[in-house]
């Protein structure tokens, strides 16, 4: 079976929850803030509650019957953004009906007249703000994070970014403190795109206090693995990437050393080498493919990696390589010859 995003956990979660008689309303209001379009007639505002989700719509719908009674028929219409068509679910409520909710949900007043903020009613209790909360994710929110794409072709570099695209900037500042509040997240973690109501949060830690803050535990537990999974490869990576760069160094370092006693031998000044740097050659020439610490182990007696390295310094020196790997010019070599 194939493995769930992160945000179908979110929203499978949040759906499962009960909305209680006391929340009704300040759950409704949520999903009013992102799924809710008033369409104005002569004696107020029809609301039409649309998403593309059958599962949020069957919610609405059933704390819709919980309120008025009777469950709201659902429409399954096709709507044209210009440049694509995407399926909705939708619900019409009556006037009446549109009249009670927008005014008990603190969405309009004296009929035409729009309510700014999150009025102090909505949120009397814990448990209202979190019906809040989750409305309004599950109307207009999204979640994404860096999983594996459905080819397995490795990761997305997308980031980890929670998002709510409210229809309204009636309630966009209040909806800001609101969320930094219940998440116990720094204000300065919650974004709003310039110009829009587009509110957003891109801090991996500040995204899964939001979900557990809205009730998604799963949600957050997978947002948390992915993190540490991401954090394993990378620290795998770097690992791999710094042995990488060890092996490169020590073949040029060792190409360097056998291209050096080459030299000492074709210029003649290897007959005039110590003891001890005749052997550091020979065993140098036997064992290319030893580190120093490796190599220091086949002299008898065993050397240690500093007196190694000093001589194999001081082959590479005589022969004209700089501490550098380069070559030294001829004036110098003439000097060290």
Known sequence: MEKKTVRETVTEELCAFEVKKNVRYPFLSGIIRGAGELHFSANGFILEIKHKNRAVTELCADVLKGIYGNRPEINERDYNSGQSTEQYYSIYLSREESEDILKKCRIVKNKYEFTDGIPEDLKGTNSAIKAYLRGVYL???????????????????????????????????????????????????????????????????AVCNVLTALGSVRGALDTYGIIAERQMLNNVNRVRNCDMANIDKTVKAVGMQLDAIRKLEETGVYGSLSKELKETCRLRRKFPDLGIEQLGKEFNPPIGKSCLNHRLRRICSLAGYGTDGGEKSEKTVSKDK
């Open 139 to 205: 109307s207009c929110g999204s979640i994404r994070v860096p999983e594996e794409d459905s080819e397995g072709k490795g990761k997305k570099s997308v980031g980890y970014t929670l998002s709510f695209n409210l229809n309204s900037d009636k309630i966009k500042d209040d909806f800001v403190e609101l969320l930094a509040k219940e998440a116990m997240i720094e204000k300065t973690a919650v974004k709003v795109k310039s110009g829009t109501n587009f509110v957003y949060i891109k801090n991996s830690e």
